[in-house]
């Protein structure tokens, strides 16, 4: 039997989800792991619910995502002054899903800073006199280490907050999705489920054994800022984030079929 090609965003974000799979784990940020699994180079994988919007031919592991009710910690525009006197903000092209998140709330709340592709280099970069207020969209590991790095030197405008406040919904910014050619869909859907039930279960044993970041910032980080679950709240999130994407011409107008298994 050919073996599961399955792939997971290498966050800490995605530990709960992924710890104790038996087999061989692809690891990648979330832009790589959707061409890869949109390429069929996947079977499977954790990707960007962005990946889904614009390309509803997968099936959806129900109850299972990486979502926010509020503050998410590390989707972040960090910045100086007032976030309504930001010029440009600088993209990081890890992750669709919170590119268009940022572009589709700007929009909502009537701010329109020129948003640009991150150069190659450290950022924060020292900026030339005169030059335009800058800003920094960080995702995942990275935005956790420079908050925890700058912490006092910049601000942090956390989207999963302001979604809350523009919608009253979570919103969720990564999904199991299944290639449609792959068997037993729902046999794979349930083995994902249970392992996310049994790391739940067992939190402060895989917190214990995180590496990367303290054990008191990861146990809030996890039951506090993070939801993974996929639930009717979570999938009406995706739903309005469907919708302003279209709005904003991110996508074409959506109909929005969940097939989820």
Not at 146 to 174: C, I, M, S
Request: net charge neutral; hydrophobic share 40%; glycine share 6%.
């Amino acid at each position: 039997m050919k073996s599961l090609r399955i792939g997971c965003v290498k966050y800490l974000n995605a530990r709960p989800l992924i710890r104790g799979w038996p087999d061989h784990v692809e690891s990648d940020h979330p832009s790589a792991l959707c061409k890869r699994l949109a390429n069929g180079d996947l079977d499977v994988a954790l990707v960007s619910s962005f990946e889904f919007l614009r390309n509803p031919i997968y099936r959806i592991v129900d109850d299972v995502s990486i979502s926010s009710d509020g503050p998410v910690y590390s989707v972040v525009v960090a910045h100086e002054g007032e976030i309504s006197k930001i010029d440009k903000i600088e993209l990081d092209p890890a992750s669709e899903t919170a590119v268009n998140l940022l572009r589709c709330v700007l929009s909502e709340i009537g701010l329109n800073p020129h948003l640009v592709q991150r150069n190659t280099g450290v950022w924060p970069a020292v900026a030339e006199p005169g030059s335009a207020r800058r800003a920094q969209l960080l995702i995942g590991d990275q935005a956790i280490r420079f908050r925890q790095t700058h912490t006092g030197e910049y601000e942090f405008w956390d989207l999963g907050e302001q979604w809350k406040k523009l919608t009253n919904l979570p919103f969720v910014y990564a999904l199991w999705l299944i290639r449609p050619e792959v068997v037993d869909a729902k046999g794979i859907a349930d083995r994902l489920r249970l392992l996310r039930d049994e790391n739940l279960a067992n939190l402060d044993k895989l917190i214990a054994g995180e590496k990367e970041f303290d054990p008191q910032f990861c146990s809030r980080y996890y039951r506090e800022g993070l939801r993974f679950s996929f639930g009717e709240k979570e999938k009406e999130g995706l739903r309005i984030f469907a919708t302003l994407c279209a709005k904003h011409n991110l996508l074409p107008k959506p109909d929005l079929a969940l097939n989820v298994v």
